[in-house]
Antibody, heavy 118, light 106 residues
Framework: EVQLVQSGPEVTKPGESLKISCKASGYSFTNDWIGWVRQMPGKGLEWMGL????????RYSPSFEGQVTMSADKSVNTAYLQWSSLKASDTAMFYC???????????WGQGTLVIVSS | SYELTQPPSVSVSPGQTASITCFGD??????VSWYQQKSGQSPVLVMY???KRPSGIPERFSGSNSENAATLTISGTQPLDEADYYCQAWAGSTVVFGGGTRLTVL
């Protein structure tokens, strides 16, 4: 069974850095793209980008380029999303997703809630 | 940039057919996927490649895509189908989601 298990909720302050994780199991981690999707409170889904764990090739949405960094560690089958300096507007739920070869997102993590507040 | 447009809300009576449409320029030339998100839960894939149902998705869900619109149809809608539904497609190397449609079953 494919599973994506994300790290727990985070409450942080503006200006702080943060790294959240998504641990994959049940499939070959290095062979499929992992994506990240943002959902701000009460709003819709926004695609942030993708990473291919096999070689760490990344593709960022223009809206998120330079705002976040995606990475992956093949040794622990885990993908990461990080910020160097959070803003209050980064408050949202973040989902990791497994992208199938045909471009759809078949499996979703349970989400990581990030709250940025002073 | 490419946009997918969905109606904010659709209402349907139990047992009736609900249709949720997603509009985009030449959308029929792309594959469309649909996701269901119930309150407080992660989204779930309910349709991919326009009209394919993942394992475990009831047969009452069907999809189509032609010209500038893709449609998710739920036949014999049940109260448990009440959720937000999002369409999704690729535009070049970018993923695009529609704004979402809240389906109310009343």
């Amino acid at each position: 069974e494919v599973q994506l298990v994300q790290s727990g909720p985070e409450v942080t302050k503006p200006g702080e850095s943060l790294k959240i994780s998504c641990k994959a199991s049940g499939y070959s981690f290095t062979n499929d793209w992992i994506g990240w999707v943002r959902q701000m409170p009460g709003k819709g889904l926004e695609w942030m980008g993708l990473i291919y764990p096999g070689d760490s090739d990344t593709r960022y949405s223009p809206s998120f380029e330079g705002q976040v960094t995606m990475s992956a560690d093949k040794s622990v089958n885990t993908a990461y999303l990080q910020w160097s300096s959070l803003k209050a507007s980064d408050t949202a739920m973040f989902y990791c997703v497994r992208q199938a070869a045909d471009g759809y997102f078949g499996e979703w993590g349970q989400g990581t809630l990030v709250i940025v507040s002073s | 940039s490419y946009e997918l447009t969905q109606p904010p809300s659709v209402s349907v009576s139990p047992g009736q057919t609900a249709s949720i449409t997603c509009f985009g320029d030449k959308l029929g030339d792309k594959y469309v996927s649909w996701y269901q998100q119930k309150s407080g839960q992660s989204p779930v894939l309910v349709m991919y490649q326009d009209k394919k149902r993942p394992s475990g998705i009831p047969e009452r869900f069907s999809g189509s895509n032609s010209e500038n619109a893709a449609t998710l149809t739920i036949s014999g809608t049940q109260p448990l189908d009440e959720a937000d539904y999002y369409c999704q497609a690729w535009a070049g190397s970018t993923v695009v989601f529609g704004g979402g449609t809240r389906l109310t079953v009343l």
